[in-house]
């Protein structure tokens, strides 16, 4: 009987702070659910995104797949509250696990016949490493979806040869808008077409902008992201093909070598196919001559010098990569290059 329980007044909760931010008082004096959301950080400060939650749930109006669902994306991330409300809508079963390895997250998928796995380039690129797929029986898993980050086109194709029966699908979302629908042209193909009810996209200057009815209210502790006209300013670049556009990275995260644009992805995708790399990060340093040079953070399976590393490098990659594309600068480390979130972190 809930009546037995004592209630407690709103009065009675004592957080020892008010909160006096201007969007998050209109937001209370409108009597609107609220979010906040929390960027990963990955290249500065977390910004904080405040969001009325009700025009996030509209388009969760419209009943789709009953899943059995691992939730990857943990619920401080903008994904994973996603994939929350999709199960919840459509009566769908949410798995959870201990740890995000790729050992318990095969063993998941196997256990409860999982049927769609959302995650991240990164920890797609670590289950190829591992080899955990070969211990577990992943026949139930019927699709992969991937975002976050820029999918390495290698990791994309060496999946897909693996597991051809598994619909791979790019998803694409901020924590300042929320998730889009998405259509990847094909499983092994990096072109998508992003969009859909609430959503309005364009390019501008190879940058890719978008207007929707559920971006945030506002940063809580950074300026304003939006054009004078509402558009939220992503900071991607992308190439266009028709209705379909390619992610090619982050513009703060490219490469300018003598004029030459370098995006890390694009490299990073051709070391991970040499043999013995288990990751691989790249980044700009400055050069006093042509601006900037490529540097790559490896990663290797093997106990090979440096010296014999850079040659096996330069050898693979000379009919692979453009001169200018190829690292002049290469560090060997033991660490992994990704942080909580499974996310690619280029700076150190």
């Known amino acids: 009987d809930l009546h037995s329980f004592p209630t407690r007044r709103s009065s009675d909760l004592h957080i020892g702070h008010t909160a006096t931010h201007e969007l998050i008082t209109e937001l209370k004096r409108q009597g609107a659910p609220g979010l906040i959301l929390f960027s990963s950080g990955s290249t500065g400060k977390s910004k904080a995104a405040l969001h009325d939650i009700l025009p996030m749930l509209e388009k969760f109006k419209v009943p789709r797949h009953t899943l059995r669902t691992i939730t990857f994306l943990l619920f401080d991330h903008i994904g994973g509250f996603n994939t929350l409300l999709y199960n919840l809508s459509n009566a769908g079963c949410v798995v959870t696990v201990q740890d995000r390895s790729p050992e318990t997250i095969c063993r998941a998928i196997q256990q409860h016949k999982v049927q769609l796995l959302p995650t991240s380039p990164t920890f797609i690129n670590l289950l190829l490493v591992s080899e955990a797929y070969r211990r577990f029986d992943l026949g139930s898993l019927q699709t992969v979806t991937y975002g976050t980050e820029v999918m390495p086109e290698s990791t994309l194709k060496r999946f897909h040869a693996l597991?051809?029966?598994?619909?791979?699908?790019?998803?694409?979302?901020?924590?300042?808008?929320?998730?889009?629908?998405?259509?990847?042209k094909s499983s092994d193909s990096l072109w998508v077409k992003v969009g859909g009810e609430g959503f309005e996209t364009r390019v501008v200057d190879g940058l890719l902008e978008i207007k929707a009815k559920s971006a945030m209210r506002g940063y809580l502790n950074a300026p304003s992201p939006f054009t004078a006209d509402g558009w939220f300013m992503t900071g991607d670049a992308v190439e266009v093909d028709g209705e379909y556009i390619k992610i090619m990275g982050r513009k703060s995260?490219?490469?300018?070598?003598?004029?030459?644009?370098?995006?890390?992805?694009?490299?990073?995708?051709?070391?991970?196919?040499?043999?013995?790399?288990?990751?691989?990060?790249?980044?700009?340093?400055?050069?006093?001559?042509?601006?900037?040079?490529?540097?790559a953070r490896v990663k290797l399976a093997t106990d090979e010098s440096l010296s014999d590393f850079r040659k096996r490098m330069h050898a693979f990659c000379k009919d692979k990569l453009a001169r200018f594309m190829i690292p002049q600068k290469v560090e060997l480390v033991e660490s992994s290059m990704h942080g909580e979130r499974f996310k690619k972190m280029r700076k150190q």
Do not use: W
């Not at 029966?165 to 990847?184: A, D, M, N």
């Not at 490299?267 to 900037?292: C, F, K, W, Y």
């Open 163 to 184: 597991y051809p029966q598994i619909k791979l699908q790019q998803t694409y979302g901020l924590s300042e808008v929320g998730i889009l629908r998405s259509k990847s």
């Open 253 to 295: 995260e490219l490469i300018n070598v003598g004029g030459e644009k370098v995006y890390p992805a694009e490299v990073e995708s051709v070391l991970q196919l040499m043999d013995g790399v288990e990751d691989v990060a790249v980044r700009g340093e400055p050069h006093p001559i042509t601006g900037n040079l490529v540097f």
